[in-house]
C-alpha cells in the first residue's frame, strides 16, 4: 500500500507537470493558466451543483425511512471528483469530470461496492433485534 501511495504522490505530479509544460510550449503560458483556472472554477461549480443534489437525495431517503447509502456513496465520490478539480492539471481534471457525469460515475460506483462490499460483507450477520420505548 505505502509503495502505491508514494507512486501515486510521485508519478502522478510528475505527468501533470510534463503535460502542462507540453501544453504550455504549443499553445503558450497564458492559455495553459487559463485553462486550468477555468477547469478548477467550473469543477467546483459542478461539483457544488451536484452535491446539492446528494443533499437532497439524502433527505428524501431518510425523510422516507431508507438507508441512504447510495446517495452517501454518490456523495462521496462527488467530494473526490472536487477535490481532484480543485488540483492543478490535466489528467486530474479528467478524471474529476468523469467523477461528476452520472453515467461514468454510476460506473465507479458499481466497481467500488464490488471492490469493498465483498470486505465487509460478513457469510454470517449477526441480527440483534430489540424493543425500546422512549421515557421522558
Known sequence: MFLRLLLLFTIV???ELFILVKLGTVVGVGPTVALVIFTGVLGAWLARQQGLGILRRLSEDLAAGR????????GLLILIAGAVLLTPGLLTDALGFLLLVPKSRAVVHKAAVAKFGRR???????IIDVDWKREE
Do not use: K
Open 120 to 126: 465487509f460483507a460478513s457469510s454470517d450477520p449477526e
Open 13 to 15: 505530479p510528475l505527468l
Open 67 to 74: 438507508l441512504p447509502a447510495e446517495a452517501l456513496i454518490d
